[in-house]
């Protein structure tokens, strides 16, 4: 009975919502975006628009590419050539694919050079490295989080750490996964990482991009200053966040009796747009990536525009170790972890950070 009572009852979520400038001193956009590592879709939102400009377009077009890599050692992300090629070299971004973060070893390697593992209790104990146990375990611990400094392993290939932990991925406990893995260089060639795992199973991957024009789209009204919303006269941040993801899930806002699937609609007051543009890129995505497609939707209000804002959602792979920094990130009932932009025409905007079930409050 306690198992069904647990299965009925709502997961926990936690929605964050702030207002700032982009011109701000204290803004903290780029800090946010810079430390959500692992995104899988971006979606953005441009009412009152029917084509997108030259320099946006071009922008989606070019956010890639990324590589997938079968069964990959785990020694080869410790060893010093890798470290010395990518690591230290730019923003290297690495996930295991296909691994559940709540019953599987999974592996994400952070742009800091920071390598967190979450490994089951057995590959635990199996490997001998030093970690914690996972704030998610409950009673009985069954998960543990390892995390591996790259840059600091590299200093001297000679310590009893470097050696210790090769021996435990070479010998001791030899693990491989299918990896996802994207690199933003600082000058060299983004060619470098076919090439250097070219002994395996690598393949160049491009998102994957879909382009639509929504017609007599029914959008709240919003107003930059009144987060909380008013009523009659403007909707609040949690309102337009529903119905972001609505739209951004295509699901249909019209509310008829015969509709079975959704009873959702447009809050209130809203107004109807002739044309609403939308945009959603899938597939390993760079933060580096996204913070210039935030940057170019900015600069979209640079000449009068009928649309009042803009908005561009970003979402977390479900089954990372992390979530933002090295905040550990776990699933159960949902595995979400995203954020949301709302620009208005006078650089306010509004920021909104969700996360589910086994995870921290956003930073």
């Given amino acids: 009975m306690a198992t069904v009572r647990r299965l009925r009852e709502v997961p926990r979520h936690l929605l964050v919502c702030e207002k700032s400038n982009f ?37 989606v077009m070019e956010i890639g590419p990324y590589y997938f890599v079968k069964n990959l050692p785990l020694h080869e992300l410790i060893s010093h050539e890798f470290i010395n090629t990518f ?38 104990e199996e490997t001998g490295l030093q970690g914690r146990p996972s704030q998610y375990s409950g009673r009985k611990i069954m998960k543990f989080i390892v995390s591996i400094d790259l840059v600091d392993l590299s200093f001297n290939l000679d310590s009893k750490n470097y050696k210790r932990t090769s021996w435990a991925f070479k010998e001791k406990k030899p693990l491989k996964f299918d990896f996802l893995l994207a690199w933003h260089p600082t000058g060299a060639e983004e060619s470098a990482m076919m ?12 998102p994957k991009i879909t382009l639509s024009v929504l017609t007599d789209l029914q959008c709240p009204v919003l107003q930059s200053h009144k987060l909380q919303g008013e ?27 015969n509709n079975f699937i959704s009873t959702y609609c447009c809050p209130q007051p809203s107004t109807v747009v002739a044309k609403a543009y939308l945009c959603t890129i899938t597939g390993f995505l760079l933060p580096e990536k996204i913070s210039l497609l935030l940057e170019q939707l900015r600069h979209y209000f640079d000449e009068p525009k009928l649309a009042p804002w803009v908005s561009l959602c970003v979402q977390g792979f479900a089954d990372s170790p992390v979530s933002w920094r090295e905040n550990e990130h776990g699933f159960q009932k949902g595995g979400e972890h995203l954020y949301n932009f709302v620009i208005f025409n006078n650089q306010d905007y509004w920021l909104q950070m969700a996360v589910g079930a086994n995870d921290d409050c956003p930073p």
């Fill in 23 to 59: 011109g701000h001193n204290k803004s903290r956009h780029r800090q946010l975006m810079e430390t959500h590592y692992h995104n899988y879709r971006v979606s953005f939102l441009i009412p009152e628009c029917g084509i997108l400009s030259k320099e946006l377009k071009s922008l």
């Fill in 195 to 206: 090439s250097y795992f070219s002994s395996y199973q690598i393949q160049e991957q491009q």
């Fill in 231 to 257: 009523p009659e006269a403007a909707c609040s941040t949690h309102e337009v966040f529903d119905w972001l993801g609505a739209v951004f899930s295509h699901v249909d806002l019209n509310n008829e009796p």
């Fill in 87 to 124: 690591v230290k070299k730019g923003a290297c971004y690495a996930l295991t694919y296909n691994t559940n973060i709540d019953e599987d070893n999974a592996v994400a390697l952070l742009p800091n050079g920071k390598l967190i593992l979450s490994l089951d209790k057995d590959t635990y």
